[in-house]
């Protein structure tokens, strides 16, 4: 890690992270409201990446597919397609989102190498975590489509597993909200936003960050979560530098 620090609101330092993953969720590729990809929504995104990865971070990006098709969600009461099915469709639909932020990326100048975890050469490179380190290394910005690769789990457990094996400072959730509440906001206006919390507070209050299997494999291996609403002008460039925006998640931080 570089010995670089910064101030946090609370005036704690924090390590400027060398690695992040970056974890964004289908619905920032589209309007709001809507479904499928809108190429405004993705260039909205690239651009705030494109001024975070000028701090010299290295990123790399894990895409979701739920503006386009969530595999338990596409099963629920339809007995005519398999559940694995819709899962790989699932892990499909993040391939397309991901072709959408290589482009909007390099039309602002950045390099990038698009990776993913099913083989389609014809579009993208294979994701090998030795190659994916190469790439960082070089300062190109690398997205990690298709998941785990597997079915029956998330991107958000594909973002801890990146986060893990490509031995990121930190796992960072981009989110349309502005941290970890103990409520839904949207449903309880009166729900607290989170300044920090520990793994074992999200799993005893039931807190949803990210699914259950992502939360474990962070808490196992002691990998920080900055959850923060990436809409706001800036908390990309911040969190990328290891700047205290949103909700901190490690196994230190005490519940505030
Ligand atoms: N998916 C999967 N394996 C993975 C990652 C994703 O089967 O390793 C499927 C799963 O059906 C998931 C869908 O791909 O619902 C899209 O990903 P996700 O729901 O995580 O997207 P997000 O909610 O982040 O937009």
Known sequence: MSTTQ???RAGQSLDKPRRVVLKVSGECFSEVGERGIS????VQLAEQIHRAAESGTQIAIVIGGGNILRGAQFTAGNSS???????YMGMIATV???????DGLESLGCATRL???????????PYIRRRAQRHLEKKRIVILAAGTGSPFVTTDTAAAQRALELEADILLKATKVDGVYSEDPEKNPHAVLYHQLS?????????RVMDQTAITQCMEHDMPIVVFNYRKEGFL????????V????????KLS
């Open 6 to 8: 910064t101030e946090d």
């Open 39 to 42: 190429m405004r929504a993705v």
């Open 81 to 87: 397609i398999h559940e694995a099915t819709a899962h």
């Open 96 to 102: 397309l989102n991901g072709l959408a932020l290589q």
């Open 115 to 125: 990776l993913t975890a099913i083989r389609m050469e014809g579009v993208a490179e």
């Open 199 to 207: 793994y074992q507070n999200v799993v005893e209050q039931n807190l």
């Open 237 to 244: 460039e911040k969190a990328v530098q290891g700047d205290r």
């Open 246 to 253: 949103g909700t901190l998640i490690s196994s230190e931080a």
